[in-house]
């Protein structure tokens, strides 16, 4: 990559191959490790060798360059306008590794501290609970097992025909307190 001049990966590296040339940089093999041991001992040894210089990392964690590295303020707002209008999803693949570099995870009390002081003393405005009341209320309720045309079906049976609250429920496959709110019109407000 270098000396095809491509500063993708990492700029500074780059710029310094081309100003001082290739003789001046010599790359040698520290230590031979398991795949799996690579990026601690590539931390260990970037700390190790921070205070020398020539140290051509980009950021203070290996496996993580942009982690803990300061941004100004401009920069920030470009990053924030960048991402205006775009919707990002993971694929199916990344989910699952992200889901199993997780898994069994513990938090720290600390952490836990740090995420409840964070949301302390924020509260939804009226009109945001009112949104989040609505967008689970009847069919859009993640639970929902009937739609509004069959809860219409079953307050129209019930106040017309003779039949039971129970045959009811079983009928559309659903307790019979479910359809015992439904007809008293304390649950499925339509």
Not at 13 to 30: A, H, M, P, R, V
Not at 58 to 66: A, F, L, Q, R, T
Not at 71 to 77: A, F, G, I, Q
Request: proline share 2%.
């Amino acid at each position: 990559m270098l000396r095809h001049n491509i500063p993708k990966e990492n700029r500074h590296l780059q710029n310094s191959w081309n100003k001082y040339g290739e003789e001046n940089f010599e790359f040698i093999i520290l230590e031979q490790c398991k795949k799996e041991f690579l990026t601690s001992f590539e931390q260990s040894y970037k700390d190790y060798y921070e205070h020398f210089s020539g140290v051509f990392n980009k950021g203070e964690i290996v496996d993580c360059p942009s982690r803990g590295c300061k941004r100004t303020k401009e920069h920030l707002l470009k990053m924030q306008k960048g991402k205006e209008g775009k919707i990002y999803h993971h694929s199916e693949k990344t989910k699952q590794s992200i889901s199993l570099k997780k898994r069994g995870i513990k938090i720290s009390d600390q952490i836990k501290e740090k995420i409840r002081q964070s949301h302390f003393g924020l509260y939804a405005s009226e009109e945001t609970k009112i949104k989040l009341s609505l967008a689970k209320k009847g069919e859009n309720h993640p639970n929902k097992k009937l739609t509004y045309e069959e809860v219409h079906e079953i307050r129209e049976i019930y106040q017309n025909e003779n039949i039971s609250q129970q045959d009811l429920a079983n009928k559309f496959k659903v307790s019979r307190g479910a359809i015992q709110r439904i007809v008293n019109g304390t649950g499925w407000q339509i």
